[in-house]
């Protein structure tokens, strides 16, 4: 089975921290993802990754940035933690070139204070 | 693809009862679509996928049910268990590329025992 594994289950910082939410995922993916999931308004992504050292814009990019130096682990990055990024964080990864089908993580909740 | 949704936010059942979760897409243009469920705490977990080359697919205890012409999504559990309660959406693709996927915002289905 794949699993795709979250660092962190519950964090929780202070506005204006560098907070760092970890992935890493054990199939070989080439394709990562990072989404917020919030109440009504479902998940919303942030950024992904098809390849080490690549990373494009997903919906919401505003106020994070990623990291992917190595194929199995691809990390979110808020430069400065605010209240409105209080957020269930998912991490996702699929095969490219396969179907679109996504495997997610457990999940990160993050409470910015 | 932002209409993908459902017509029922929550759901409740009987232990032994089959379950119908119900998704509306609004393109056309989709070609495949996901089943996730997620258990309270705990991230997505895909369920079933089907093309729009197909109108049914069976998995175990599990059936979706795609109608193309009213842009109609269904997941049928058979035989509803406890350990079924958890919140289910669907998602659509159009574009091809898992980036590209469209979720709705969930039913929370409840059996009760």
């Known amino acids: 089975d794949v699993k795709v594994t979250q660092s962190s289950r519950y964090l929780v910082k202070r506005t204006g921290e560098k907070v760092f939410l970890e992935c890493v995922q054990d199939?070989?993916?080439?394709?990562m993802f990072w989404y917020r999931q919030d109440p009504g308004l479902g998940l919303r992504l942030i950024y992904f990754s098809y390849d080490v050292k690549m990373k494009e814009k997903g919906d919401i990019p505003e106020g994070y940035s990623v990291s992917r130096e190595k194929k199995e682990r691809f990390s979110l990055i808020l430069e400065s933690a605010s209240t409105n990024q209080t957020s269930m964080y998912l991490c996702?990864?699929?095969?490219?070139?396969?179907?679109?089908?996504?495997?997610f993580g457990s999940g990160t909740q993050l409470s910015v204070l | 693809g932002e209409n993908v949704g459902l017509h029922l936010p929550t759901l409740s059942v009987q232990e032994g009862d089959n379950s119908i979760i119900n998704c509306a897409y609004s393109?056309?243009?989709?070609?495949?679509f996901i089943w996730y469920k997620q258990e309270s705490g705990k991230g997505p977990q895909f369920i079933i996928d089907i093309r729009s080359n197909m109108d049914k697919r069976q998995g175990q205890r599990v059936t979706v049910l795609l109608n193309k012409t009213v842009k109609h999504l269904s997941l049928q559990i058979a035989a509803t268990q406890p350990g079924d309660s958890a919140v289910y959406f669907c998602a659509e693709n159009m574009e091809g590329g898992s980036e590209k996927l469209v979720f709705g915002k969930g039913t929370k289905l409840t059996v009760n025992p």
């Open positions: 996702a990864s699929s095969l490219l070139g396969a179907d679109e089908k996504l495997f």
């Open positions: 393109n056309s243009a989709s070609d495949y």
């Open positions: 199939m070989d993916h080439e394709n």
